[in-house]
Protein backbone atom coordinates (compact mmCIF):
# COMPACT_ATOMS: atom_id res chain seq x y z
CA UNK A 1 0.00 0.00 0.00
CA UNK A 2 1.35 3.49 -1.32
CA UNK A 3 1.82 5.93 2.00
CA UNK A 4 2.88 9.05 1.57
CA UNK A 5 3.74 10.81 5.27
CA UNK A 6 4.65 14.79 5.08
CA UNK A 7 6.13 16.66 8.10
CA UNK A 8 7.65 19.58 8.70
CA UNK A 9 5.18 22.43 8.67
CA UNK A 10 4.77 24.85 11.24
CA UNK A 11 4.09 28.65 12.18
CA UNK A 12 6.89 30.56 10.33
CA UNK A 13 7.70 34.59 10.02
CA UNK A 14 7.64 36.35 6.88
CA UNK A 15 10.74 36.40 5.19
CA UNK A 16 11.65 33.23 6.75
CA UNK A 17 12.29 29.30 5.88
CA UNK A 18 11.06 25.90 6.49
CA UNK A 19 11.91 22.65 4.97
CA UNK A 20 8.86 20.11 4.40
CA UNK A 21 10.19 16.35 4.37
CA UNK A 22 7.70 13.72 2.67
CA UNK A 23 8.64 9.73 3.43
CA UNK A 24 7.22 7.84 1.10
CA UNK A 25 6.49 4.00 1.63
CA UNK A 26 4.99 0.69 -0.84
CA UNK A 27 6.15 1.60 -3.92
CA UNK A 28 9.56 2.14 -5.51
CA UNK A 29 10.09 5.63 -5.27
CA UNK A 30 12.94 6.32 -7.91
CA UNK A 31 10.83 4.79 -10.73
CA UNK A 32 8.09 7.82 -10.20
CA UNK A 33 7.73 11.90 -10.93
CA UNK A 34 7.14 12.98 -7.13
CA UNK A 35 4.94 17.00 -6.58
CA UNK A 36 4.16 18.91 -3.88
CA UNK A 37 0.71 20.42 -4.40
CA UNK A 38 -0.76 23.29 -2.18
CA UNK A 39 -4.04 24.30 -1.17
CA UNK A 40 -4.50 28.00 0.51
CA UNK A 41 -7.22 28.10 3.39
CA UNK A 42 -10.39 28.18 1.54
CA UNK A 43 -9.35 27.93 -1.60
CA UNK A 44 -8.11 25.30 -4.62
CA UNK A 45 -5.30 23.52 -5.44
CA UNK A 46 -2.06 24.47 -6.36
CA UNK A 47 1.24 22.77 -7.99
CA UNK A 48 3.99 24.01 -6.50
CA UNK A 49 7.16 22.09 -7.69
CA UNK A 50 7.67 18.01 -9.27
CA UNK A 51 11.13 16.01 -9.74
CA UNK A 52 12.26 13.79 -11.67
CA UNK A 53 15.25 11.41 -10.67
CA UNK A 54 15.46 8.53 -11.77
CA UNK A 55 18.57 6.44 -12.03
CA UNK A 56 18.36 7.12 -15.58
CA UNK A 57 19.24 10.62 -15.20
CA UNK A 58 22.94 11.95 -13.99
CA UNK A 59 20.93 14.92 -12.02
CA UNK A 60 17.59 15.27 -11.58
CA UNK A 61 15.17 17.25 -13.37
CA UNK A 62 12.97 19.58 -11.16
CA UNK A 63 9.81 21.70 -12.22
CA UNK A 64 8.31 24.85 -10.09
CA UNK A 65 5.62 27.11 -10.85
CA UNK A 66 5.93 30.56 -11.27
CA UNK A 67 4.85 32.01 -7.71
CA UNK A 68 7.42 29.78 -5.89
CA UNK A 69 10.78 29.90 -8.58
CA UNK A 70 13.49 31.10 -7.44
CA UNK A 71 12.20 31.05 -3.31
CA UNK A 72 11.61 27.10 -3.17
CA UNK A 73 13.73 24.02 -3.87
CA UNK A 74 12.75 20.65 -4.16
CA UNK A 75 14.97 17.79 -3.99
CA UNK A 76 14.41 13.47 -3.05
CA UNK A 77 17.10 11.61 -1.34
CA UNK A 78 16.40 7.78 -2.75
CA UNK A 79 17.87 6.11 0.01
CA UNK A 80 15.52 6.88 2.84
CA UNK A 81 12.83 7.66 0.06
CA UNK A 82 11.96 10.94 0.92
CA UNK A 83 10.81 13.74 -0.86
CA UNK A 84 12.01 17.61 0.48
CA UNK A 85 10.51 20.86 -0.32
CA UNK A 86 13.10 23.85 0.92
CA UNK A 87 10.76 27.13 1.12
CA UNK A 88 12.95 30.48 1.44
CA UNK A 89 11.55 34.24 1.73
CA UNK A 90 8.13 33.09 2.67
CA UNK A 91 5.22 35.31 1.89
CA UNK A 92 1.84 35.24 4.03
CA UNK A 93 0.31 34.12 0.56
CA UNK A 94 2.63 30.90 0.56
CA UNK A 95 0.13 30.27 4.00
CA UNK A 96 -1.21 26.51 3.01
CA UNK A 97 -1.47 22.98 3.27
CA UNK A 98 1.17 21.11 1.00
CA UNK A 99 0.74 18.09 -0.30
CA UNK A 100 2.77 15.60 -1.22
CA UNK A 101 1.85 13.31 -4.45
CA UNK A 102 3.15 10.27 -5.97
CA UNK A 103 2.76 10.73 -10.09
CA UNK A 104 1.78 7.70 -11.59
CA UNK A 105 4.81 7.62 -14.68
CA UNK A 106 8.61 7.88 -14.00
CA UNK A 107 9.16 11.29 -16.09
CA UNK A 108 7.12 13.36 -18.36
CA UNK A 109 7.98 11.82 -21.88
CA UNK A 110 4.13 10.06 -22.51
CA UNK A 111 1.91 12.61 -20.60
CA UNK A 112 -1.01 10.48 -21.21
CA UNK A 113 0.95 8.34 -18.25
CA UNK A 114 1.18 11.21 -15.67
CA UNK A 115 -1.10 11.88 -13.08
CA UNK A 116 -1.34 12.10 -9.22
CA UNK A 117 -2.58 8.82 -8.39
CA UNK A 118 -1.38 8.92 -4.44
CA UNK A 119 -1.75 11.89 -1.67
CA UNK A 120 -0.40 12.34 1.56
CA UNK A 121 -2.52 14.02 3.89
CA UNK A 122 -0.92 17.14 4.07
CA UNK A 123 0.91 19.61 6.31
CA UNK A 124 0.22 22.81 7.11
CA UNK A 125 2.37 25.53 6.48
CA UNK A 126 1.42 29.71 8.24
CA UNK A 127 3.32 32.60 7.04
CA UNK A 128 2.22 34.92 9.77
CA UNK A 129 3.90 37.80 11.73
CA UNK B 1 -7.07 33.31 -10.66
CA UNK B 2 -6.81 29.50 -12.06
CA UNK B 3 -5.75 28.75 -15.54
CA UNK B 4 -7.88 26.34 -15.93
CA UNK B 5 -11.65 27.85 -15.81
CA UNK B 6 -14.36 26.24 -13.59
CA UNK B 7 -17.92 26.74 -12.37
CA UNK B 8 -17.47 27.08 -8.35
CA UNK B 9 -20.66 25.53 -7.78
CA UNK B 10 -22.98 23.03 -9.34
CA UNK B 11 -26.13 21.10 -7.51
CA UNK B 12 -28.50 18.65 -8.88
CA UNK B 13 -31.34 16.64 -6.57
CA UNK B 14 -30.28 12.90 -6.30
CA UNK B 15 -30.52 10.83 -9.32
CA UNK B 16 -30.00 13.53 -11.35
CA UNK B 17 -27.02 14.07 -14.02
CA UNK B 18 -24.68 17.51 -13.43
CA UNK B 19 -22.00 17.97 -15.20
CA UNK B 20 -18.63 20.18 -14.33
CA UNK B 21 -16.87 21.94 -17.30
CA UNK B 22 -13.18 22.94 -17.11
CA UNK B 23 -12.14 25.43 -19.93
CA UNK B 24 -8.77 26.08 -20.85
CA UNK B 25 -6.30 27.14 -23.60
CA UNK B 26 -4.27 25.55 -26.48
CA UNK B 27 -0.79 25.58 -24.30
CA UNK B 28 -2.82 22.88 -21.36
CA UNK B 29 -6.05 21.27 -22.70
CA UNK B 30 -6.05 22.05 -26.24
CA UNK B 31 -2.87 20.85 -26.94
CA UNK B 32 -0.90 17.55 -26.47
CA UNK B 33 -1.39 16.65 -23.24
CA UNK B 34 -4.38 15.39 -20.70
CA UNK B 35 -7.40 16.17 -18.47
CA UNK B 36 -7.15 14.61 -15.43
CA UNK B 37 -10.18 15.09 -12.55
CA UNK B 38 -9.54 14.35 -8.89
CA UNK B 39 -12.36 14.31 -5.79
CA UNK B 40 -11.66 16.26 -2.48
CA UNK B 41 -14.19 15.58 0.69
CA UNK B 42 -13.22 18.37 3.14
CA UNK B 43 -10.11 18.39 5.15
CA UNK B 44 -9.24 15.47 3.15
CA UNK B 45 -6.46 15.03 0.53
CA UNK B 46 -7.48 14.76 -3.23
CA UNK B 47 -8.19 11.70 -4.45
CA UNK B 48 -7.86 10.96 -8.65
CA UNK B 49 -10.80 10.01 -9.90
CA UNK B 50 -10.66 10.47 -13.68
CA UNK B 51 -7.21 10.43 -15.71
CA UNK B 52 -6.13 10.55 -19.47
CA UNK B 53 -9.52 12.53 -20.02
CA UNK B 54 -11.99 9.73 -19.83
CA UNK B 55 -10.52 6.57 -17.69
CA UNK B 56 -12.16 5.85 -14.93
CA UNK B 57 -9.07 5.16 -11.76
CA UNK B 58 -9.53 2.51 -9.95
CA UNK B 59 -12.19 1.45 -7.79
CA UNK B 60 -14.26 4.57 -8.74
CA UNK B 61 -17.90 4.30 -9.86
CA UNK B 62 -18.45 4.10 -13.56
CA UNK B 63 -21.64 6.72 -12.59
CA UNK B 64 -19.05 9.30 -12.97
CA UNK B 65 -17.66 10.28 -16.69
CA UNK B 66 -15.75 12.61 -18.51
CA UNK B 67 -14.75 14.07 -21.40
CA UNK B 68 -12.55 16.49 -23.71
CA UNK B 69 -12.75 18.54 -26.80
CA UNK B 70 -10.71 21.48 -28.14
CA UNK B 71 -9.50 23.48 -25.10
CA UNK B 72 -12.68 22.29 -23.09
CA UNK B 73 -13.23 19.10 -20.41
CA UNK B 74 -15.80 18.11 -18.72
CA UNK B 75 -16.75 15.90 -16.04
CA UNK B 76 -20.76 14.31 -15.44
CA UNK B 77 -21.88 12.66 -12.51
CA UNK B 78 -25.07 10.72 -13.08
CA UNK B 79 -27.41 9.13 -10.62
CA UNK B 80 -26.24 12.00 -8.26
CA UNK B 81 -25.76 10.72 -4.53
CA UNK B 82 -25.48 12.49 -1.10
CA UNK B 83 -22.04 10.38 -1.17
CA UNK B 84 -20.83 12.95 -4.18
CA UNK B 85 -20.75 16.11 -2.39
CA UNK B 86 -17.57 17.12 -2.85
CA UNK B 87 -15.18 19.12 -4.54
CA UNK B 88 -13.96 18.67 -7.74
CA UNK B 89 -10.82 19.94 -9.91
CA UNK B 90 -9.51 19.82 -13.15
CA UNK B 91 -6.13 19.67 -13.93
CA UNK B 92 -3.82 19.36 -16.80
CA UNK B 93 0.14 19.44 -17.99
CA UNK B 94 0.57 23.03 -19.65
CA UNK B 95 3.58 23.40 -22.02
CA UNK B 96 4.32 27.37 -21.89
CA UNK B 97 4.36 27.09 -18.32
CA UNK B 98 5.69 24.06 -18.43
CA UNK B 99 3.98 22.80 -15.16
CA UNK B 100 0.67 21.45 -14.23
CA UNK B 101 -2.29 23.81 -13.60
CA UNK B 102 -5.34 23.28 -12.05
CA UNK B 103 -9.10 24.54 -12.48
CA UNK B 104 -10.15 26.75 -9.63
CA UNK B 105 -12.66 23.62 -8.12
CA UNK B 106 -16.17 23.23 -7.97
CA UNK B 107 -18.59 21.99 -5.34
CA UNK B 108 -21.31 19.94 -6.04
CA UNK B 109 -23.94 20.17 -3.85
CA UNK B 110 -26.74 16.98 -3.96
CA UNK B 111 -30.30 19.26 -3.01
Given at each position: EVQLLESGGGLVQP?????????????????HVMN??????????????????????SSPSTYYADSVKGRFTISSDKSKN??????????????????????????????????????????LVTVSS | QS????????????????TISCSGTRSNIGGDTVVNWYQQFPGKAPKLLIYYDDLLAS??????????????????????QAEDEADYYCAAWDDSLNGWVFGGGTKVTVL
Amino acid sequence: EVQLLESGGGLVQPGGSLRLSCEATGFTFRDHVMNWVRQAPGKGLEWVSSIIDSSRLSSPSTYYADSVKGRFTISSDKSKNTLYLQMNSLRVEDTAVYFCAKDHAADYDILSENRFDSWGQGTLVTVSS
Amino acid sequence: QSVLAQPPSVSGDPSQKVTISCSGTRSNIGGDTVVNWYQQFPGKAPKLLIYYDDLLASGVSDRFSASKSGTSASLAISGLQAEDEADYYCAAWDDSLNGWVFGGGTKVTVL
